[in-house]
């Protein structure tokens, strides 16, 4: 049964709040939905039925904002002397986002204000009377056992790098009689061993009865595996506050962005439907690259190099980009050894000779990639552009490291081929190709790279790219995205000459 005069009275409660930009609190029927069983409910013993409640909903739903109320609820109703409750996420900042809201909600209350301590600097509640506590929590702050909570929300949980924030506060959870753990998500990118994925398999599972879990209460908005993502019926169908306070306008530019930059539909899907998507997708638009070749590349500099090398025979790339008003100009030099180009086209099912003699790539002396060779070519090239900067990844570039400087006073960098070296420079090609900004010659080597790379996704928005097949050679791509990020990176200012 529901104990009307526990739901009703957290729904009442939560309506007398303010949210946390100022306006007042109204529960819709959706969220009341979720509060009145969650905290009215109860066993026949009298205590609260629900122990674990899982929470997904699409990104601009207000769940943080909704679990910031029930943790304000929970402070102040929850009778139990020197409870602790705490929100808890994989960063600091993150899990301060509920916490702050929770705190302005009580701030803008002048009785509610009264009756506790709050320490910003410490990301902490305490209600005086009763001595209950209201802190965030993060991986990073060490050592969470021995912890003794009574309520714990989980913000964000498909973020999650690792159990140990979560396995520290679940097991806390069972020293007291009446917990609460609640967790709120959007879907992450489908990983079977992700923390995420397995509490979604089981929250579906209590959904849809195939496991009994009394004390579980599952609430998943989410649109049909097999729904059309890009209709306004299919996002109603999963964000109850679409035309609310969730932006329609907003959703169609999401979506028309989304249209233009394949990515990007896979993003929407998961963030805005609610749909777990696979961590590879295709990346950009074949079509969208072609079209933004150019007969003459109009850019002055300065130019900045990315260079991928190959261990022994595969494709070593050379990228130049330069930054223009609106975008960036891309050219691009490949190579690989002579002796083996033959093989080399029927492994990857391209004409390396014919685009050796339209001079898309060039072929090095040999069997195997000549690093003198190359090294006199990125130094002729690099001094062609009055390029003075070339990023590699350190892996197998030591020797180019030492011999660029004092051959050619070009300064080598180094780019880790990470998620961190990877994330932006993608951003700005996927920009710059929606708004036809960049420029490239139509090497078509590199664009046969470009139709080659998807992107490996990670549930907080990182991208990097990779092959699509195992045959499949990205190198040119790789190196265009370092030179990129050789650009974005703060440049130093040049030194004044000294006399």
């Known amino acids: 049964m529901i104990r009307q005069d526990q739901g009703q009275s957290a729904v009442d409660f939560i309506n007398c709040l303010t949210t946390s930009g100022g306006e007042p609190f109204r529960l819709r029927k959706w969220q009341e939905k979720i509060v009145k069983p969650l905290l009215g409910k109860t066993r026949p013993d009298g205590l609260r039925q629900y122990t674990d409640c899982g929470i997904w909903l699409p990104r601009g739903n207000g769940k943080t904002e909704l679990c910031a109320a029930i943790a304000v609820e929970r402070l102040f109703r929850d009778r139990r002397k020197r409870g602790e409750i705490y929100c808890a996420a994989t960063t600091r900042d993150q899990a301060g986002l509920l916490f702050n809201a929770a705190k302005a909600m009580i701030e803008d209350n002048a009785t509610l204000r009264q009756l506790v301590e709050i320490t910003p600097s410490r990301k902490q509640i305490l209600h005086k009377e009763r001595g209950t506590v209201f802190r965030a929590l993060a991986a990073e702050s060490g050592p969470l056992h021995g912890l003794r909570p009574t309520v714990v929300f989980v913000d964000e949980l498909h973020c999650a790098k690792d159990r140990e924030v979560f396995t520290a506060l679940q097991t806390g959870l069972g020293k007291c009689p009446e917990p609460l753990m609640i967790t709120i998500t959007t879907s992450g990118v489908y990983d079977r061993h992700s923390l995420e994925w397995e509490h979604y398999e089981y929250a579906c599972k209590v959904r849809d009865k195939v496991i009994k879990h009394p004390s579980y209460f599952p609430v998943i908005y989410e649109a049909p595996k097999d729904a059309r993502w890009d209709l306004v019926k299919t996002w109603r169908a999963c964000n109850p506050a679409l035309g609310d306070f969730r932006n329609l306008d907003e959703m169609k530019r999401l979506c028309a962005r989304a249209k233009k930059i394949p990515r990007l539909e896979a993003d929407f899907r998961r963030l805005y439907l609610n749909q777990h998507t696979a961590q590879k997708e295709k990346w950009l638009s074949q079509e969208d690259w072609n079209e933004c070749k150019v007969d003459r590349i109009t850019a002055d500099g ?79 090239i690099c001094q062609e552009h009055d390029c003075r900067k070339v990023a590699f990844d350190p892996h197998q570039a030591e020797w180019f490291f030492q011999m660029l400087p004092v051959r050619y006073g070009i300064e080598a960098i ?21 708004s036809r900004t960049l420029q490239h010659e139509g090497n078509e080597a590199l664009t046969w790279m470009v139709g080659n790379t998807e992107v490996k996704t990670t549930s907080d928005g990182l991208i990097r790219p990779v092959k699509g097949t195992h045959h499949a050679r990205i190198d040119g791509v790789v190196a265009m995205l370092i030179s990129i990020a050789l650009s974005l990176a703060p440049q130093e200012e040049p030194k004044p000459a000294i006399f």
């Open 302 to 380: 300065p130019w900045l190099g990315g260079c991928d090398l190959s261990a022994k025979q595969d494709l070593t790339s050379l990228a130049l980009t330069c930054k223009t008003d609106n975008g960036y100009a891309v050219k691009s030099w490949n190579w690989i050894p002579e002796d083996t180009a033959l093989a080399h086209e029927q492994s990857d099912r391209v004409p390396y000779l014919t685009w050796q003699n339209k001079g898309h790539i060039e072929f090095t002396p040999g069997d195997r990639i000549d690093q003198e060779f190359i090294l006199q070519r990125i130094g002729e």
């Open 414 to 434: 180094e780019a880790q081929q990470n998620f961190r070296t990877f994330t932006e420079p993608c951003r700005e090609v996927e920009s710059c190709l929606a």
